[in-house]
């Protein structure tokens, strides 16, 4: 079967984009004939009810791999749901077009059966106004699982001939049509064989919602999160289709609160003999078997919770704060794909239930880190706040340092946001064997915490970064204050010890350097396509060719000028070429010195001035064919930064 996956995405494309839409129009009604058809239990529905429709092939024996479009009229119907069905599933991306009224399924059976009439997929509407309401599938497409030897001595799929059925016609009333019968798309000989009849929502009677919704806020008050979950099954039972906008929003504020009740749920005991905290079984078990149905209740009405799935645990500010957890209580935790969430003063680690062990207990240790007095060999950090994190697994009794893999934990550490020197803060880890601090540049600042994925166990810090070069003092504030942010940021340094050098033009290697390390673009080798002008070995060789690939620069086709002087116009054009910018630009409001600049920097410079990235320079100048200078450079670097 590996060859079927290997075929299977260039055998989807090629039916896609090569088979001709007549390769299939052929087909006749004869019986036998392979149809792809729609399926309703009723023939009538009333204004705001779900409308269940199943996409059945009949006579299909053996069909592998199908894709085809789905037309309904999107004034009559809404479409909440589109998914496979039985062995089929979603191979490439179910494209649902509210608008247009479609929806694109390409759908592949991972199972072996061969089921001659499968149900492949079910869609779920919302009747949204009265009036008959066509359903028609078009465009139907197919292979089987035979494979042949094709003209090009490639192994392929045999294309399978299917027909789409004729259009189902659904009359919507304002009031339920007491006795409903069921309907199919027309497919003429072919006999219908019976199906599991799926109950329409309109047969059961849907609650008062406001009064549901105020009965399960009353739940949630009396503190009885399990009562809450049994309420809202059943109150989610006739879907959501009859909410209103409003009454969505309240419902999810009311699940949130009731996920949030779940994960403070889990009941912690000491155990004095190893001076750690243990979980409560029983409460942990109901716990996770409570958030996994939250879940699954939220994902299957496309309702959003605030979190994931998670327990928390909050830890004392002791000198040693563990948790040791089971293998047992692992084992559950990954089964549910539930982590567990340590809490402190200083911050709080996510940890996956990937990195607990399943044969042995694993030890959870989370301390406030102290003042790094003893590790302070840069004068230029300053100790804020952090955590230390260790992971091992208990081994005859003794801690064994555990290795994690990257993504299994993520840190928050949190700091005093109403510092006046937040933009100077940053986060480091302490590298024991080069015993230095390293700043870990993927922490995202946000509100007086940094969040970050932990590599590796350790000591993670906040720091106060500060460069204090003696040539700043005199330049304009707004300078000052990115200066600060982007050496703290270990963007751009300084040219000296003590120096910076505001006033010094910049070059154009110097600003894509610090332009390619703000986006995160690796280094590229030089090769056949590189600017002639570009050493191999030059310090800002890969940071070039890293920008000519991503359409930064372009030079003049052949060479890039360098250790040339940036002009403004160029910048502009280098910032709006990195992809970030996304307001319109102003065709009216213009620069007084507009004539002078380039035409082929025109739309760049004002993209980025309604961008916020560039302003004139006294009487609304620009001077675009000026040089650029360090200061000028940091603060609209900044500037990008913080529009990200």
């Known amino acids: 079967m590996n060859y079927k996956r290997l075929i299977m995405p ?25 149809s792809l058809r729609l399926e309703y239990n009723g023939n009538q529905a009333a204004q705001g009810d779900g409308v269940t429709v199943h996409v059945v092939a009949r006579d299909a024996a053996d069909l592998y791999g199908v894709q085809f479009q789905v037309k309904y009229d999107a004034s009559k119907l809404e479409l909440k749901n589109a998914n496979p069905q039985g062995d089929y599933k979603d191979f490439g991306g179910i494209r649902i077009n509210q608008t247009e009224g479609t929806v694109l399924l390409p759908l592949l059976r991972s199972g072996a059966s061969v089921t001659n009439s499968p149900t492949v997929a079910k869609l779920d509407f919302v009747a949204r106004s009265t009036g008959n309401a066509d359903i028609s599938i078009e465009g139907v497409k197919a292979v089987t699982s035979e494979s042949y030897i094709n003209a ?28 409903p019968t069921p309907s199919v798309s027309p497919t003429p000989s072919v006999s219908p064989s019976p199906q599991n009849p799926t109950p329409s929502p309109s047969a059961t009677a849907a609650p008062n919602v406001q009064q549901a919704l105020q009965e399960l806020e009353k739940n949630l008050a009396s503190d009885n999160p399990a009562q809450a979950l049994t309420q809202l099954t059943t109150l989610l039972a006739n879907g959501t289709g009859k909410y209103s906008s409003a009454e969505i929003k309240q419902l999810e504020k009311l699940m949130g609160e009731l996920q949030q009740k779940l994960q403070n749920n889990v009941k912690t005991t000491a155990d004095s003999a ?34 994931g799935k998670e327990i928390l645990i909050r830890l004392t500010d002791s000198a040693v704060s ?29 940890i996956s239930p990937d990195a ?34 260790q992971i091992s697994t208990m081994e005859d009794g003794e801690a064994v340092a555990a290795n994690i893999a990257t993504g299994q934990v993520q840190l928050k550490v949190t700091y005093d946001a109403a510092g006046p020197k937040a933009h100077k803060l940053g986060v480091y880890v ?52 990115a ?73 003049d086709g052949v060479d890039f000028n360098p250790n040339g002087k940036l002009t403004r116009e160029e910048m502009a054009v280098m910032l709006v070429n990195s992809g970030l910018l996304k307001a319109a630009a102003s065709t009216t409001d213009k620069f007084s010195d507009d004539d002078s600049i ?17 302003n004139g320079v006294g009487n609304n100048n620009l001077l675009p064919k000026s040089n650029a200078n360090r200061a000028d450079v940091a603060v609209i670097l900044l500037r990008l930064i913080e529009h990200r």
């Open 10 to 34: 260039v055998l989807i494309l090629s039916l896609i984009f090569c088979t001709p839409m007549y390769a299939f129009a052929a087909n006749d009604s004869s019986a036998g004939t392979a």
């Open 152 to 179: 090009n001595g490639y192994k392929d799929l045999k294309e399978l001939a299917i027909a789409a059925g004729g259009a189902l016609t659904i009359r919507i009333a304002s009031e339920p049509d007491p006795s």
């Open 274 to 307: 190893t001076g750690s905290i243990t979980l409560d079984q029983d409460s942990l078990t109901k716990s996770v078997q409570a958030l996994v149905k939250l879940s699954e209740l939220a994902a299957s009405h496309k309702l959003n919770l605030p979190s």
């Open 322 to 350: 563990d948790l040791l957890v089971s293998s047992e209580q692992a084992k559950l935790l990954e089964d549910g794909k539930v982590s567990l969430v340590l809490e402190n003063a200083q911050g709080a680690a996510l």
């Open 356 to 389: 607990l062990s399943n044969d042995k207990q694993t030890l959870l240790q989370l301390t406030a880190a102290e003042e790094q007095s003893e590790r302070q060999a840069d004068k230029r950090l300053k100790f804020v706040s952090g955590l230390h994190l």
């Open 430 to 481: 302490w590298n024991e064997s080069a015993a230095s601090w390293e700043y870990v540049r993927e922490a995202k600042q946000n509100d007086g915490q940094f969040e970050l994925a932990a590599g590796e166990p350790g000591i993670y810090a906040v720091m106060e970064f500060s460069a204090n070069f003696k040539d700043t003092e005199n330049v304009y504030a707004e300078a000052q204050h």
């Open 483 to 555: 200066i600060e942010a982007l050496s703290a940021k270990h963007y751009m340094n300084g040219t000296g010890e003590e120096e910076f050098s505001p006033g010094k033009n910049i070059s154009r290697a110097e600003f894509v350097a610090l332009l390619v390390r703000i986006l995160g673009l690796g280094s590229v080798l030089s090769g056949t396509d590189s600017f002639k002008d570009v050493d191999a070995d030059a310090w800002y060789a890969g940071e070039v060719n890293a920008a000519q690939k991503a359409g930064i620069v372009e030079g």
């Open 598 to 614: 380039s035409d082929w920097a025109k739309d760049a410079i004002y993209l980025a001035r309604a961008n916020g990235l560039i």
